[in-house]
């Protein structure tokens, strides 16, 4: 935060964090699908889920980290948001919910499916993941994909998130600049009762 150029950056630091983790789920899953053997799938779908956990945890917790860095970003009204490469781009609402879109089902649907399908066994996802998903596709929606986004002061918060004081506003920020030093975003876990 530039507070005597009133600018705030559009990106906190997520980028080369998360840059390997986005869109692992859908590649491991299609290559997974790719897999004609039902046999072969059932050998593999131990560790494919595994490995499907692992990103999906990765990925939830970076739009976790999104949602609180717009909070946080937020407070600083009117300022010049630096570094947004979504500016003046032109994409309709299916693209730039394409992935997220993606997760919701694959959280709700799908993962259950193939984990009753081939281990016999109900899977019970980590409950803060939908309202994580559904509440940051609410927010790319409520923000046209950020497209628009200049200003701090143009960025919409969804209702179903807490306002935060400056006390929580400031932890949050730590907590963020923390989990980007330490490369473990997952850590913004820790976030969700603040802002949920």
């Known amino acids: 935060m530039e507070n005597n150029e ?25 290559t997974f699908c790719a897999i004609q053997n039902v046999k072969l799938k059932k050998m593999n779908f131990v560790h494919t889920s595994r490995k499907l956990e692992f990103y999906l945890r990765k990925n939830v917790a970076f739009y976790l980290g999104c949602l609180l860095w717009a909070s946080y970003i937020k407070q600083f009204n009117d300022y010049e948001i630096e570094g947004n490469k979504l500016l003046g781009e032109v994409c309709d609402e299916d693209e730039y919910t394409s992935e997220i879109n993606f997760l919701i089902d694959f959280v709700s649907n799908q993962l259950p499916r193939d984990f009753k399908y081939y281990l016999g066994k109900n899977y019970i996802p980590d409950e803060k993941y939908l309202p994580i998903l559904k509440t940051y596709k609410q927010f790319l929606v409520l923000n046209k994909g950020f497209v628009e986004c200049s200003k701090t002061n143009q960025i919409i918060i969804p209702d179903n998130l807490k306002k935060l004081s400056d006390e929580k506003l400031n932890l949050v920020n730590e907590k963020i600049q923390k989990a980007i030093q330490e490369k473990e975003l997952e850590q913004l876990f820790d976030c969700f009762e603040l802002i949920f």
């Not at 840059?19 to 899953?29: N, P, R, S, W």
């Open 6 to 30: 009133k600018t705030a950056k559009f990106d906190p630091g997520f980028a080369p964090v998360v840059m390997d983790a986005l869109g692992q789920v859908g590649y491991i899953y299609y």
